[in-house]
């Protein structure tokens, strides 16, 4: 006859914050894995966790069970395929509720607003509000590109440490959209500290020809976002940078209270 235990049991045990312990230490443990790259070994995750090795390797058989990781045939674990579903969704319910702020860089520079993520090694749009001009820039929500001919992806990686930086431009490559996008590793980490000392990104010219992008990243962001202008380089000129720049990042503080609100923990 079975008998009732007092004990509880790792995957049952409240958390300091009042969470189930076990889920906490899962979502933990895959936030490490995409901060590694996506794919990491057990002893890897202990290192890093600080959890003992049985208990990473029980919430990995779990997560595996679950489709959420999978193990490569050298024995590494690597983020698996149901997360993209989750991600894709996520991304579009932060673009649209993203809309509203965009909405306003849009009355307030007259220019096409833009919210962009950084996911692995590219660029994502999520979300996009055009300019009310005749002659107005157009980014296809969804769009990939690569960081290094991007406002955004300046904004972004400016916060990236170097060597960090070298090894993402090792795997992406450096192609020329124009022949003013930065080609070398040396001259985008020379942009990237202009970006930290300005405190905003500039593309000029160097996703396509005749066009200027204006971007800022959203601080303290649950994950790396940016928000961008961007104009016929007529329009965006020099002068209008300062303009546009303040507002820019106004309203990237104000998306970034909101989502801290949003997530309080």
Same mark, same amino acid.
């Given at each position: 006859m079975p008998t009732s235990s007092a004990s509880t049991t790792d995957s049952a045990k409240p958390s300091a914050g009042g969470g189930v312990q076990s889920l906490?230490?899962?979502? &933990?443990?895959l936030e490490r894995m995409a901060d590694a790259g996506g794919e990491v070994g057990l002893s890897?995750?202990?290192a890093t966790s600080g959890l003992p090795l049985p208990t990473i390797h029980r919430l990995m058989r779990t997560l595996v069970a679950c489709g959420y990781v999978r193990q490569q045939p050298n024995r590494r674990y690597a983020? %698996?395929?149901?997360?993209? #579903? /989750?991600?894709?969704?996520?991304?579009r319910l932060l673009g649209t509720w993203a809309r509203? !702020? /965009?909405?306003?860089?849009?009355?307030?520079? %007259?220019? *096409?607003?833009?919210?962009?993520? /950084? &996911?692995? &090694?590219?660029?994502?749009?999520?979300?996009?509000?055009?300019?009310?001009?005749?002659?107005?820039?157009? *980014?296809?929500? %969804? #769009? #990939?590109v690569l960081p290094h001919s991007t406002g955004v992806g300046?904004? /972004?990686?400016?916060?990236?440490?170097?060597?960090?930086? #070298?090894a993402l431009l090792a795997r992406t490559g450096?192609?020329?959209a124009t022949e003013k996008t930065i080609t070398t590793p040396d001259g985008f980490l020379q942009a990237l500290a202009e970006v930290r000392r300005?405190? !905003?990104a500039v593309d000029d010219n160097e996703q396509e020809i005749g066009?200027?992008?204006l971007a800022v990243s959203v601080p303290d962001s649950p994950t790396a976002a940016a928000v961008s202008i961007s104009g016929p380089a007529g329009r965006v000129t020099e002068a209008a940078t300062e303009r546009i720049v303040p507002v820019l990042q106004g309203i990237a503080a104000e998306l970034s209270a909101a989502l801290v609100s949003q997530n309080p923990g």
């Open positions: 906490e230490r899962a979502f &933990d443990l890897e995750l202990s983020l %698996g395929p149901r997360l993209i #579903r /989750l991600g894709e969704s996520a991304s509203p !702020y /965009l909405a306003r860089l849009v009355e307030e520079t %007259g220019e *096409t607003a833009n919210m962009a993520l /950084l &996911d692995g &090694d590219e660029i994502v749009y999520v979300a996009q509000v055009p300019s009310k001009h005749s002659m107005r820039m157009f *980014t296809e929500v %969804g #769009r #990939r300046k904004a /972004l990686l400016a916060s990236v440490p170097d060597d960090e930086v #070298r450096m192609p020329a300005a405190g !905003y066009v200027r992008c």
